[in-house]
């Protein structure tokens, strides 16, 4: 089906390369160790954290007394406002005062500044792209009638606002190509605006729809499907729960308020409605959830037949249906129905019954990540060992060949029509820059259509894939990467980052922000986790509730293989991670307190036992638990990072990161564990928060911020590990 264009140039770590350093190391490492590392990092009783009150709130689960001093910052009010200002302002006098900050983002800025392109896509005959110049807070959509022709600005996102926090979210082109429809979001929050250009005129429509979240554009004939929300309570429209998602469609030319509701369920407040429509405008397909872990269910409406009605094809939530196209009147079918590691089926809407589905590419060894249908083909991304494989099948299911692919690594993009004969795909990995290539489908036939230049020597640094054991006999693998002749002596500043949930995976890609860390002699390691969608279902349940320990386990087993192997010690050793990710390095770190000397929690999901209570929230339940269940809520409490916090215990030096905008993991949860941690962590250690404003989950995060944010990351890591990578600036 038409794939909705998405900006990520800008939006985050994995979306953004690389430039090289012009300076010379000054040691083997390109760090020195500062003189005296005691005296180089703050105590806590350094710091004059601010006096965060608490309330009498005592909760009662099941007979355990659960007490919550910190729920008044679960409100979004001028006290919690003030509150957050005297956060910032102790942490950002804290690496105002590290001196090697400025050089650190000055060389960020340095590096960051190159071009950084999308791959091309094709919409009423002409080729369209993103490209970001280099510092751009936003990437640019460009046009032009010909590869060969000159590209002219399309549409630019760096003018919706003055300081770059206004980012495109969506994009998808009417079937001819003569109106496009795009999304965006202010200040990094999840709600949506949508909007029309007339594409062959560059003119604003005046159609204007509000309060979308979780959807995108999907076209039929004059106007287009999408999913929202009822407007949310002012004043609390980032912390309200979302129920209640409804499908309209929106007619070109009309008001919102005379959109067609296509589709709710008044009965079920939880479930989500994802309306997409073939390539064919044959169906229109809704994906229905009922949590963020994959499985879903499938209804349709035959859009042939005036009298159709929406009717279910799968009913169940208990595997994954992901509908690629439809093929005349049957539609092909991405499932993990028994298949964990994904199959091609084709279905019959007349006859869902899976006694009638016909096998078109059976299950393999390999993880099936994505489909496509181009130029008569099936594209079929597959996943081994993290690294992508790509396979081309006929229409019947017939295996023709594998695309090339330059080395280990990973590929994302194959998009276009069933009538394309040609489609375009980015290959990155750790230390191979994002490379853009057209494939010519009938031929087979791969050719470089852009190489990314960056002043890096990424012919310096090596990658290796290792397998560890964890607690539990489980191998596991991580990628570790580092200059090349890195000496083994358990000195070296290691930075551990992992994800670990929601059958989400971690894949090689290319950093500039990770390029920093590398260039000065720092060791970059990303185990793939189980939780995680690496190995398919199978092990993204191995890390789900009631197991959701055995990711835990997974990442201290980690740490101490780099430790055991000589890679770093304790003392220089960070872990990382963000919005589940968040989560794992807040449990991590009340787990094994000594294993690491930095953590740094970004937009955390922290309260494990009120997460299900905020915006989406409640859609994790099914990955997480919940605590109105009493068997789940003793899990989620024994691992809670909010909750297993013990007064007196030295936590590592902590730099907690959310934003005021995040209404993903709303930042209530940063803001009560850095509370607790403050209050009852040890000294020896700074226990900071990093409050971002005009920002959110990170998605669409401007260029500026991203670079701040990374020089603030990197200069706390370094600063408590005693190191300073610029001895002689």
């Avoid at 809704?286 to 409406?301: C, H, I, P, T």
């Avoid at 909010?642 to 209530?668: F, Q, S």
Wanted: with cysteine; aromatic share 12%; hydrophobic share 35%.
């Amino acid at each position: 089906m038409k794939k909705t264009t998405v900006i990520l140039l800008a939006g985050g770590l994995t979306a953004v390369s690389a430039c090289k350093s012009t300076q010379t190391d000054t040691t083997a490492t390109g760090m020195t160790t500062e003189t005296t590392v005691a005296t180089a990092v703050e105590t806590k009783s350094d710091l004059d954290y601010p006096d965060t009150k608490k309330v009498d709130q005592v909760d009662n689960y099941f007979g355990t007394q659960v007490a919550d001093p910190y729920r008044w910052l679960e409100t979004h009010n001028a006290e919690v406002d003030e509150w957050i200002e005297a956060q910032n302002k102790v942490t950002f006098n804290y690496l105002d005062d590290i001196d090697f900050r400025d050089n650190i983002k000055r060389r960020l800025t340095e590096i960051w500044n190159y071009p950084k392109y999308g791959a091309p896509f094709k919409e009423g005959g002409k080729y369209y792209f993103f490209k970001n110049d280099g510092l751009q807070n936003q990437s640019v959509l460009y046009v032009q009638e010909t590869l060969e022709a000159e590209p002219k600005v399309f549409f630019d996102p760096n003018k919706l606002s003055s300081d770059g926090t206004v980012a495109l979210t969506s994009l998808q082109f009417s079937k001819d190509g003569k109106y496009v429809a795009y999304g965006t979001s202010s200040g990094g929050s999840d709600w949506n605006t949508y909007q029309v250009m007339d594409a062959s005129t560059g003119k604003m429509l005046d159609d204007k729809i509000e309060w979308v979240k979780f959807s995108s554009p999907s076209w039929y004939k004059d106007g287009f499907y999408y999913s929202r929300y009822d407007a949310p309570t002012e004043g609390n429209k980032l912390a309200n729960k979302n129920e209640y998602h409804k499908v309209y469609y929106h007619k070109i030319g009309t008001p919102q308020n005379q959109d067609q509701l296509v589709y709710e369920d008044k009965t079920k407040p939880l479930r989500n409605f994802y309306g997409q429509t073939t390539d064919d405008e044959r169906y229109l397909i809704l994906n229905v959830s009922e949590g963020a872990s994959g499985a879903n269910a499938l209804y349709y409406k035959d859009l042939k037949d005036p009298k159709s009605t929406i009717k279910p094809l799968i009913e169940n939530f208990e595997n994954e249906y992901n509908v690629i196209d439809s093929f005349g009147d049957k539609l092909l079918v991405m499932t993990n129905k028994n298949a964990p590691r994904y199959r091609l089926v084709m279905i019959d809407p007349k006859k869902p019954q899976e006694a009638n589905w016909k096998v078109v590419v059976p299950e393999s060894q390999n993880v099936m990540q994505g489909v496509s249908s181009v130029g008569g083909r099936i594209i079929a991304t597959y996943m081994k060992d993290a690294t992508s494989q790509v396979v081309v099948y006929d229409q019947t299911g017939k295996q023709l060949n594998n695309v090339e692919l330059p080395t280990l690594g990973t590929v994302s993009g194959f998009g276009g029509d069933k009538e394309n004969k040609e489609t375009f795909f980015t290959f990155t990995s750790f230390t191979y820059p994002p490379t853009i290539y057209r494939y010519d489908v009938a031929n087979n036939k791969v050719t470089q259509f852009r190489k990314t230049e960056v002043k890096v020597d990424t012919d310096a640094f090596e990658t290796k894939q290792v397998f560890y054991t964890s607690k539990d006999g489980t191998k596991v693998p991580m990628f570790i990467v580092h200059k090349k002749g890195l000496k083994l002596d358990g000195t070296n500043p290691t930075y551990l980052y992992a994800y670990g949930g929601f059958n989400i995976s971690l894949t090689p890609s290319f950093s500039i922000a990770n390029m920093l860390w590398l260039e000065n002699g720092g060791v970059y390691a990303m185990p793939n986790l189980r939780g995680g969608g690496e190995y398919g279902e199978d092990w993204h349940k191995a890390g789900m509730t009631p197991n959701k320990q055995n990711v835990f386990d997974d990442f201290i087993a980690a740490a101490e293989y780099l430790i055991d192997q000589k890679y770093t010690s304790s003392d220089k050793l960070a872990v990382a991670g963000g919005s589940n990710g968040g989560l794992l390095v807040g449990a991590f770190m009340t787990q094994r307190p000594d294993l690491a000397k930095v953590a740094i929690p970004a937009v955390g999901v922290m309260d494990m036992l009120r997460f299900h209570k905020f915006t989406i929230g409640w859609a994790w339940v099914p990955e997480y638990g919940s605590s109105e269940d009493e068997a789940q809520f003793k899990n989620l409490y024994t691992f809670s990072p909010l909750h297993n916090i013990k007064e007196g215990v030295k936590y590592p030096a902590t730099l907690v990161k959310t934003a005021d905008h995040d209404d993903r993991v709303v930042p209530a949860h940063s803001f009560k564990f850095i509370s607790e941690l403050q209050d009852k962590g040890a000294e020896g250690n700074p226990y900071l928060i990093r409050v971002d404003v005009r920002a959110g989950h990170g998605a669409g995060k401007p260029t500026s911020l991203l670079i701040q944010e990374w020089a603030d990351t990197w200069a706390f890591i370094y600063k408590n590990m005693g190191v300073n990578p610029y001895p002689n600036q």
